[in-house]
């Protein structure tokens, strides 16, 4: 099974569409829905569920259409398309009662019925998003785990990390030059771990070793011998324990904001405690909340030089891709990660690059990391963000270090 973004998507000549109707824009490449020049907040999931009402504004969409394209085929009960449905329609100043923007097709679906203009020119993509392929396999436990497929060449895997969902990376501006400018020159594949994006929300299991066990069942899937393998953040760990367990297979390890000691782990002082137990509280508490102020904290470690268009950004991919009570799990499965005996056992050449100024992780666990693997090399890079945005001078240099790296 595969699945894309429920959005217009590029058209042939790399232009986005615009869709106007009775005053109001919806724009997919802002993922904005607007009124005059005001912006309507919706959630992420009633702007996919509106957004592909408009986009087939000449036909009824089923119901199975909506669950497949916005929750990815995973299974949610109709309640969960009722609110947003009444979501949408509350956006537009609409209900249930008028329907005159969504009218609903008893029993079957819904139809968007308000006259809808197309511009497609008004929003120029220079760099469109990748082709891809996403499809599923499962692990041992049954959990469903959603891998994507990206460009040609030699293959690339990236170990999973936090906070990301096949179908909307490519149009995030979070991840999305990462998924184009690694699949330019290599076959790029990447996976949501267990509790996130399209993968199942609803696993069991959530520890360290089910994240190395689903990376294997990934590899295995798509039947790869050898291949050089990529871990960002949290990923950069499981990237260095599979490395470790499967010398034969991984020909290079390429680590970024990587860090072999998890918070809990690396502690020393009553501050470094209080700052992880605020990372819990403020996904228990604001995770789910429409008000970003909350999540915002995130985007300030994860972001510090983002612009505010990057921090919109990475508040939408932090609701979309997982949920609160998932977020507390995977923060505090990641505080307790120890790989540095699995770094002393890998053996191809590595390349650990970290930004100089991260405010996430400090360089001096990049630091701590390179000194453990004994072949590694040290990249620092003039930035302060945990996740390199486009268009900074340290994105650059890292895709310039990695395409050095594995070519050389």
Not at 318 to 339: G, K, M, P, W, Y
Request: hydrophobic share 40%; proline share 5%; with cysteine.
């Amino acid at each position: 099974m595969s699945s894309s973004p429920p959005d217009a998507g590029p058209t042939a000549d790399g232009t986005r569409r615009v869709w106007s109707f009775a005053g109001f824009v919806l724009d997919t490449a802002r993922y904005e829905l607007r009124r005059g020049t005001a912006v309507i907040r919706v959630e992420p999931q009633v702007f996919d569920v509106l957004t592909l009402l408009v986009r087939h504004h000449d036909r009824f969409v089923a119901k199975e259409e909506l669950f497949d394209s916005v929750w990815g085929g995973r299974f949610v009960g109709e309640a969960a398309l009722t609110s947003r449905i009444k979501a949408a329609r509350r956006a537009l100043g609409d209900d249930g009662e008028s329907q005159r923007f969504i009218r609903t097709v008893r029993g079957r679906g819904y139809q968007f019925v308000a006259t809808v203009d197309v511009d497609e020119t008004a929003v120029p993509d220079p760099s469109p998003a990748p082709r891809q392929h996403i499809a599923f396999c499962r692990a041992a436990d049954g959990v469903r785990l959603a891998y994507g497929v990206a460009g040609e060449g030699p293959p690339l895997v990236r170990a999973a990390n936090w906070m990301t969902h096949l179908g909307y990376d490519i149009e995030s501006p979070v991840w999305r030059h990462w998924v184009r400018d690694l699949a330019a020159h290599h076959t790029f594949i990447r996976y949501d771990e267990r509790g996130c994006g399209l993968s199942d929300w609803e696993a069991g299991d959530f520890t360290f070793d089910d994240w190395v066990d689903d990376l294997e069942t990934v590899v295995e899937a798509l039947g790869l011998d050898s291949f050089p393998l990529l871990g960002v953040s949290q990923g950069g760990a499981v990237a260095v324990a599979y490395a470790a367990r499967h010398p034969g297979r991984v020909t290079h390890l390429v680590l970024c904001g990587a860090y072999a000691r998890g918070r809990a782990v690396r502690a020393t002082s009553d501050e470094e405690n209080r700052a992880a137990a605020l990372d819990l509280d403020l996904a228990r508490v604001g995770w789910g909340r429409d008000d970003p102020a909350f999540r915002q904290v995130f985007a300030a470690q994860f972001l510090p030089d983002g612009s505010r268009a990057d921090w919109e950004a990475f508040d939408h991919l932090q609701r979309r891709t997982t949920s609160a009570d998932n977020a507390v799990r995977f923060l505090e499965e990641f505080a307790r990660i120890d790989v540095r005996d699995d770094a002393g056992a890998v053996a191809c050449p590595t390349l650990v690059l970290h930004s100089r100024d991260d405010h996430r992780v400090p360089v001096r666990y990049g630091e701590e990391l390179a000194a453990l693997i004994p072949r590694s090399r040290l990249v620092e890079l003039a930035s302060s963000n945990h996740l390199l945005v486009e268009g900074e001078p340290a994105w650059q240099v890292f895709c310039d270090e990695v395409e050095a790296f594995l070519s050389g």
